[in-house]
């Protein structure tokens, strides 16, 4: 059972959360639901501070035993701040997906891209369709 | 067991070298100093030791000799010990590749008759054998493709490849600059026709397509698949892993393949090695023909010898002339089986894979329940409903039972995949007690499910963590 | 002679249980028109008697050498006889690729000590499970470099060897790479000047060969500085392993990947093949490299044990995003390759002096000859270039004594009209080398 999707952030339909700062940077991660399909994550793939991203383009890698699995930018932005802690630790996203297990960090090109988001409900929904 | 670094001594070896019969030169004045290395360190084991460790090695090892071993899309046949001993006759191992050709005709009439053969057995124009393995050999394959559009001044950058597909047909496309495309197959396991129909356009250089497919099921529709692909331009590869179905029976080249691989260590009997070294021979027809690698073998009059000249080639993939020794082994097939055999070796592939589909369809499901060629796939999709026992569950578990297990989640439109290939060298006892084994599974993952989960049982080492092997590599031993 | 065991009544057997009143009714899914309606046009069958029969009839057609003095990317070396009994053994030869681990710990753990061994010799931090060949690892090699860097220049020297050029051609021009070639200097080196001038920042990789074709001991460190200040990597091979026995490897010159054939350890000839591609590179490359990767672990109760390892990097899994499509490997190969360093241990360091020791003597009596001269003054490990006053006759006066003589260099460099490139390894003796002087007097 994936843990419940917090409120105080939005989510994409690939699985990936973005938790508004409010100063007009986010930050952004996978689910506990995306944790829980990858099965144990033993290779984060990081982006280079500094690099910009279009919403949508592929931003980071998350590497299980047996797959590889892109990770998209639901929003567009300039990368200013990634989870190194990742890079010993991989398993963090595994064990705390929505907290210690957090991605990168990002100054957002236009904020009125989170209103394509989802809420914690609306994905929620999404889930449990597609398990069927 | 023990590393040969951690049963190693100072001061031993195994291997001597001959006392030198020319004089000891000073080897700082005719090299220099700067280009030695500073230090050797290499095991340091008795001969005795050495071949110790190396036997009890093998021990834990799992080989066709020792058991049956299914593996779908694999062709594990037994591996005759006449080609062994003729493989290691000193006329084929002896000769530096840069002899005379005068010096090999041996050699290079096996070769040229090689050749003849597989384009006689699979009916297409003419074959390289320089590919060291099926992989090398798409990758050939796809290149001549390229290079047969270059040369019309067509630019097609798509592959299709079908869902179905082994992962080194998308590879190998990448690998040649090409963007590949997914082909969807249909409910009964073949390609989309609909699909095939709006994907194929002026763009896509052609269709690499397995026959039968990893589903172990015959393509029906390959007459109107090669029309829609030669309609609009393009090409049909066709990855001959799965040859083992079809010979003396139809052949790539009549269905309208424009080239194939082949994997020798597959179809013809040759040792996997453990891994390899495999052999990868690519068969064209007559349009692509001169776009194969050089150098090539011409014949004149009785005689052979090796030629470069044909400008319209891709080029040299590996140096040399490909895996020579492996070729040795599998033309000594050939002509041991000769044309009724190699069918006869077809024929009984296919009814033990329909025999083991029989049998085991009672207790795994079968996702398309129609007549299968040389290997049938199930799905472990009950078994993971029941009690939570998923495939790799029940392959482990095979291992204590003394067999090597099926291929497992290949290929991916299949959750669950079990794909079983017996191949004909095997007898019907065997094939017997292997579905009684896979029943006993069955059964186990019903009343006593952890029994399987906590498989294998019986081996030197229990489940290995390869969650740790992946976070934390160690791919090199180092003194502590 | 065929295979399979099925008796007729077998055959009656399991038909019934399929459900099939003939074999023809299984093939039912090939249209009629496509079904083979003859023969085919091979050989009848043999029993295993003739098979040998014919089989031997067409060895004896080989002429073998008494002796060869060609190297040029094959080498003629001893083998230990412990080699040939342990990769014949059944459980190694007839098993499959490791992807079961726990029944096929042996293979897996020869493997990994191989790549110990080879991450050693190569001065690298890792080695994988093997390549094709030497050829096709360096460009394979070729290819990782512009895939990462996403540059698309690859600089070659042109002393690497003919066929390895040939074929960093073929899959540069797969890809759409633009290949360079800079030539050598006086010496047989590579000419410093010529590289720094190509090397720019769309320069992916610089490929080098030490020994190189001419036999000649490249000097990697200023190459691999020149590379990397313009952030290129330097990739560098070499097609005799022995040679690692005694010179300074260029993974400790600083080279990023290293890459050879490994035939001399403990491979026949076999006519060019199977041979063995080794690719050594620098830990922090280790997740991108092609090919097969054993790991240590641990199983459940905490036994050492090993596995197929960073799989994810390859075709299975990665599909088209892999940055090669290896799968079969040379993996029995790379186990002779195993076995053959183990046995010689630090000796191989005495067979390097002694192929040094060999080639010098070669060296020195042909250089006896009238009007034969030294090509290159660089130092050289056991392959050198001659200048002979007219190169044909040489070899036409050692084959009709069944001896093959030197490479003929003005096939791939014409500049270098009548020079020969010689070998000598430990197989050759004084007595030989004697001979082969007085033949050529």
Not at chain 2, 66 to 83: A, I, R
Not at chain 3, 330 to 342: N, P, Q
Not at chain 3, 411 to 419: G, Q, S, V
């Amino acid at each position: 059972m994936s843990k419940p999707n917090p409120t105080d952030r939005l989510y994409s339909r690939d699985h990936e959360w973005v938790k508004d700062n409010g100063d007009g940077t986010a930050i952004i991660g996978i689910t506990d639901h995306a944790q829980e399909m990858l099965t144990d994550i033993v290779f984060v793939e990081l982006p280079e501070i500094g690099k910009k991203v279009a919403k949508s383009d592929p931003v980071a890698v998350v590497e299980s035993v047996k797959s590889v699995s892109d990770v998209y930018a639901p929003v567009g932005g300039e990368i200013i701040d990634v989870n190194k802690k990742l890079e010993e630790s991989p398993e963090l996203i595994n064990q705390d997906a929505f907290g210690e297990g957090w991605i990168v960090k990002m100054r957002l090109a236009d904020a009125g891209e989170l209103k394509t988001l989802l809420s914690a409900a609306d994905y929620e929904q999404l889930v449990k369709e597609e398990k069927h | 067991m023990e590393l040969i670094f951690e049963i190693s001594k100072p001061g031993r070896n195994a291997a001597d070298v001959t006392a030198s019969d020319v004089p000891a030169v000073n080897i700082e004045d005719a090299i220099g100093k700067k280009y030695l290395r500073k230090e050797l360190d290499l095991p340091e084991v008795a001969e005795v030791d050495l071949v110790r460790h190396y036997t009890n090695l093998s021990r834990r090892n799992f080989g066709v000799d020792l058991g049956f071993y299914p593996l779908g899309s694999c062709t594990m046949k037994y591996n005759p010990k006449v080609n062994e001993n003729i493989a290691v006759l000193p006329g084929f191992t002896g000769l530096h590749p840069y002899a005379d050709d005068e010096s090999a005709q041996g050699n290079l009439q096996l070769m040229y008759e090689m050749q003849k053969y597989l384009s006689n057995i699979f009916g297409m124009a003419e074959f390289t054998l320089q590919p060291a393995a099926g992989a090398h050999g798409e990758l050939t394959g796809i290149m001549m493709i390229k290079k047969y559009f270059e040369k019309k001044n067509e630019k097609r950058p798509l592959i299709l490849i079908p869902d179905t597909a082994h992962g080194t047909n998308p590879a190998s496309g990448a690998l040649c600059g090409f963007e590949t495309v997914t082909l969807r197959s249909n409910s009964e396991g073949g390609v989309d026709i609909d699909h095939l129909m709006s994907l194929m356009t002026k763009d896509v250089a052609g269709l690499m397509l397995t026959n039968p497919n990893t589903l172990g099921l015959f393509e029906r529709n390959i007459e109107k698949v090669a029309q829609i692909v030669h309609g609009k331009g393009g090409l049909l590869y066709g990855d001959g892993a799965n040859a083992n179905a079809f010979l003396g029976k139809a052949r790539p080249g009549d269905l309208g393949f424009d080239v194939i691989q082949l994997n020798l260590h597959k179809t013809f009997s040759t040792p996997h090695g453990g891994g390899g070294p495999g052999s990868g021979p690519v068969g064209v027809c007559a349009k692509l023909v001169n776009y194969l690698p050089v150098p090539r073998i011409i014949k004149t009059g009785h005689s052979y010898s090796w030629s470069g000249k044909f400008p319209d080639t891709i080029g040299r993939i590996r140096s040399f002339y490909g895996n020579f020794n492996v070729v040795v082994k599998a033309y000594t097939y050939i002509r041991a089986l000769g044309a009724e055999g190699l069918t006869h070796a077809t024929e009984m592939a296919v009814l033990n894979a329909n025999y083991i589909k029989e049998k085991l369809k009672p207790y795994f499901d079968l996702p398309y329940d129609r007549v299968c060629m040389h290997e049938c796939v199930f799905s472990g999709k009950r078994q993971v409903a029941q009690n939570g026992v998923h495939t790799t569950d029940i392959a482990k578990r095979l291992i204590d039972f003394g067999y090597h297990p099926p291929t497992i989640y290949f290929p991916l439109i299949v959750p669950e995949a079990i794909m079983i290939e017996p191949t004909e060298t095997e007898s019907k006892e065997t094939l017997d007690t292997f579905c009684d084994a896979m029943i006993a599974i069955a059964n186990e993952a019903k009343e006593n499910p952890q029994r399987v989960k906590d498989a294998p049982l019986t081996t030197p080492v229990s489940r290995l963590d390869e969650v740790l092997a992946a976070r934390k590599p160690d791919v090199c031993w180092k003194r502590s | 002679m065929d295979y399979y065991p099925h008796t007729p009544d077998d055959i009656a057997q399991m038909q019934s249980v399929v459900g099939i009143a003939s074999i023809d009714e299984l093939f039912a899914d090939i249209p009629q028109k496509f079904r083979l309606k003859s023969v085919l046009d091979i050989p009848a069958a043999l029993s295993e008697q003739e098979t040998i029969a014919a089989m031997s009839g067409i060895a004896s057609k080989n002429k073998l050498q008494q002796l060869t003095l060609t190297g040029a990317g094959a080498y003629y070396h001893f083998i230990p006889a412990v080699v040939g009994h342990i990769v014949g053994r059944a459980e190694f030869y007839t098993a499959y690729t490791p992807y079961q681990a726990e029944i096929s710990q042996g293979i897996l753990q020869a493997i990994y000590e191989y790549q110990t061994m080879i991450a050693h010799l190569t001065g690298t931090e890792i080695a994988n499970a093997s390549m094709y060949d030497g050829a096709s690892a360096m460009a394979e090699a070729a290819v990782l470099c512009a895939k990462m860097s996403n540059r698309t220049k690859i600089i070659v020297a042109r002393s690497v060897h003919p066929e390895y050029r040939q074929v960093v051609n073929t899959y540069s021009w797969a890809n759409g790479y633009t290949v360079v070639e800079i030539p050598y200097a006086p010496s047989g080196q590579i000419d410093l000047n010529a590289l720094q001038n190509e090397l720019d920042d769309q320069v992916a990789a610089v490929l080098v060969q030490s020994p190189n074709f001419f036999g000649v001991i490249e000097d990697i460190v200023p190459l691999t500085d020149a590379a990397h200040n313009k952030g290129a990597l330097l990739v560098a091979g070499f097609t005799d392993g022995t040679s690692l026995g005694i010179l300074q490897p260029a993974g400790a010159s600083g080279a990023d990947f290293v890459v050879g054939e490994g035939q001399s350890f403990g491979n026949p000839l076999n006519y060019g093949g199977p041979y063995l591609g080794i690719f050594a590179a620098r830990e922090k490359f280790m997740r991108r490299i092609p090919g097969r990767l054993v790991g240590a672990t641990v199983d459940k109760n905490g036994k050492r044990g090993f596995v197929l390892t960073l799989q994810t990097r390859e075709q299975h899994i990665r599909r088209e995003k892999a940055t090669s499509n290896i799968c079969s490997n040379e993996a029995l190969c790379a186990l002779a390759a195993g076995v053959y360093l183990a046995a010689l241990g630090k000796n191989l360091r005495k067979l390097a002096e002694l192929n040094i020791y060999k080639t010098q003597y070669l060296k020195n009596k042909l250089l006896q000859l009238k009007g034969w001269k030294e090509v290159f003054s660089a130092p050289v490990y056991n392959e050198f270039v001659l200048r002979c006053p007219d190169a044909r006759p040489v070899n036409e006066k050692l084959k009709n004594k069944g001896i093959i003589g030197g490479y003929e260099l003005h096939k791939d460099y014409p500049e270098l009209e009548n020079a020969l490139l010689f070998c000598a390894t430990e197989m050759i003796s004084k007595d030989d080398m004697d001979k082969v002087v007085a033949i050529l007097k």
